[in-house]
């Protein structure tokens, strides 16, 4: 139908012209990276966010070696959690990506792996940044 039609482009748009693709400098204090890896198939996803002074994600790169699907599902994360708060981006869930990308329970582990580097990439940001709250804003 061209409804599916239409999820498939969906994908296949997110292969061909991943937004956000790149590298922040994981140096700074700011910025927190995720790299994780999907057991299944080797395939390697990089998340890095930098986090403003208010707890939200005002920058957010990615580098993915694997599948067409885990690029998509990667790129689609960046433009989901770029101006979310760390908290709300900790919340997004593998099955949202996949749904807006139509993929087969095949490709399922390719969207795990957008949650899991989000996931990642947050943990890091807190690791780095102790004197903060869950929620990235500096305790008072
Ligand atoms: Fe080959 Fe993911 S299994 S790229
Ligand atoms: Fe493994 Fe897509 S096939 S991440």
Do not use: W
Not at 78 to 107: F, H, Q, W
Request: hydrophobic share 35%; net charge positive; charged share 25%.
């Amino acid at each position: 139908s061209s409804q599916v039609r239409l999820y498939h482009q969906k994908v296949i748009d997110h292969y061909e012209n991943p937004r956000n693709v790149g590298m922040l400098d994981r140096k700074l204090q700011n910025v927190g990276t995720g790299i994780v890896g999907a057991p299944a198939c080797g395939d390697v996803m990089k998340l890095q966010i930098e986090v403003d002074d208010a707890g939200i994600i005002k920058d957010v790169k990615f580098k993915t070696f694997g599948c067409g699907s885990a690029i998509a599902s990667s790129s689609y994360m960046t433009t989901l959690v770029k101006g979310m708060t760390l908290d709300e981006a900790g919340r997004v869930k593998n099955t949202e990506i996949a749904k807006e990308l139509s993929l087969p329970p095949v490709k399922l582990h390719c969207s795990m792996l957008a949650e899991d580097a989000i996931k990642s990439a947050i943990k890091d940001f807190h690791s780095k940044n102790p004197s903060k709250n869950p929620l990235g804003r500096p305790t008072l």
